[in-house]
């Protein structure tokens, strides 16, 4: 059997296997361990394997000439990721004698897991490239300035925000990923109040029971990738009550390391069947999605079918309220004045109490037209234009060429779906944008940092 032939055979394979030469640098992987390598850290696969593949005894290859069957762990982070079983075989290589290393996973909720990152990663780069060619030209036509006829703008508005939204949708996908994530603290009980009118419209006004905690259950974590597990976990009740019962969810602090999310169903039974299919199924009974998200955040999943409501699924995440309460007290204030542009009305409120507390003069605004006209009228005594880029009448992005057009110039910060990746015309390098959603440390560290450069 020629090489060709030998490695479209092993692509055939559902277990990976991979070949490293003699210093252990890989140099083929089948389809399978291509999915495993997506798991390694970036750069780190350029490494010898034994440097993100060991034992407890910190190797990976026996003495030459050698076969060995063993256990190790997947680095990741600095520490042990999964632990995984080897089969590690001598593998001839241009000459020199290589190891062919075949792998079977000793997790298979993780090894799922690992299958919907990579797949995830794949379509969100392929649709990340598209998306800086859209956002980008439509950012570089609205920044333009005022000479494009209203109706050719409003068209540019609309590009836009189709773009923005697509790209909601892409950091979804990349949450997935544990090497791509979004790190900021999230209140578990803001997460549950927020998501409170679709989950009644998923499960039933009438059936689902919503506790949204008074004290604040802080973790760090992807904001979306916590709202799709949320959406997952409502998405499990829903399927479960078809043949009638309730369904209540809580979130409450576990003792002072962790914060827990659950999900009960009252009135309802599960079968052995139905909660082996949680962590096993792959066909929309099982919740991989969830196991995904808390793989990548440091968490795990709970089933108590014998709980005091009826059985019920738990969301464990390690807490941050402690980190999260050191970064409130050590915001820094300020006193400057800020035009602040925002159309949801919740989200205008609330940055406008927060900013307001830390000393800033807030000057509010809920739509570009009304923000256009208040920047005319206060141009010479605001320091900062704090604004969303998709807004109904003129985009953020109009209001920050107004700006930069105008004597004196505010400094802009932008507030996105998207990130700053996206803008890639070397023009609009200089744009300062802060990605949504964002909390009030992360706020003010923006807004403070912006504001203090020379």
Aim: with cysteine; net charge negative.
């Amino acid at each position: 059997m020629n090489k060709k032939d030998l490695e479209r055979l092993l692509d055939q394979l559902d277990e990976p296997v991979f070949g490293c030469d003699e210093d252990g640098i890989v140099v083929y992987a089948n389809r399978a361990a291509a999915t495993l390598l997506g798991e390694v850290e970036e750069g780190q696969d350029e490494n010898p394997a034994d440097t993100w593949l060991q034992g407890d005894d910190g190797l990976l290859f026996p003495q030459v000439g050698e076969s060995v069957e063993r256990d190790v762990w997947l680095l990741r982070g600095g520490g042990r990721g999964r632990r995984l079983r080897v089969r590690v075989s001598p593998w001839p290589y241009s000459g020199a004698l290589g190891w062919a290393v075949h792998v079977k996973s000793l997790d298979p909720q993780a090894d799922r897991a690992a299958g919907m990152q990579a797949i995830a990663r794949l379509i969100a780069e392929q649709l990340g490239e598209h998306l800086k060619v859209i956002i980008s030209n439509a950012s570089t036509g609205l920044m333009g300035g005022p000479s494009a006829p209203e109706a050719e703008a409003q068209r540019l508005r609309d590009i836009h925000a189709a773009g923005q939204s697509a790209a909601v949708l892409q950091r979804q996908l990349t949450a997935l990923d544990a090497r791509d994530r979004t790190r900021a603290y999230v209140d578990l009980g803001e997460l549950l109040n927020d998501a409170t009118p679709s989950l009644r419209a998923l499960i039933g006004e009438d059936r689902l029971r919503l506790d949204v905690p008074d004290d604040t259950l802080m973790v760090t974590g992807d904001p979306d990738a916590l709202a799709m597990l949320l959406d997952e976990l409502g998405g499990w009740l829903r399927d479960a009550l078809t043949a009638g019962g309730e369904a209540r969810m809580w979130a409450v602090a576990h003792g002072d390391d962790h914060v827990r999310l659950c999900a009960a169903l009252i009135g309802v039974t599960l079968s052995q069947t139905d909660r082996e299919r949680l962590f096993t199924s792959d066909d929309g009974g099982g919740l991989t999605l969830a196991l995904a998200v808390l793989s990548a955040h440091g968490g795990r999943l709970l089933l108590e079918p014998g709980a005091r409501f009826g059985p019920t699924l738990t969301v464990e995440l390690p807490s941050a309220s402690r980190a999260a309460r050191t970064a409130q007290r050590e915001a820094r204030l300020g006193n400057e004045t800020i035009l602040l542009v925002e159309d949801e009305p919740t989200t205008l409120e609330w940055m406008t109490e927060s900013l307001r507390r830390l000393g800033y003069r807030v000057i509010a605004a809920d739509n570009g037209i009304t923000a256009s006209a208040l920047l005319r009228e206060h141009r010479a005594e605001l320091d900062l234009v704090l604004t969303d880029v998709v807004l109904p009448g003129r985009s953020g992005l109009e209001l920050y060429a107004e700006c930069r057009a105008g004597r004196p110039a505010p400094r802009v910060l932008l507030m996105s779906g998207y990130s700053s990746d996206f803008l890639g015309d070397p023009h609009l390098t200089d744009v300062q944008l802060l990605q949504k959603p964002v909390g009030p440390t992360l706020l003010a560290a923006a807004i403070r940092e912006l504001l203090d450069r020379p």
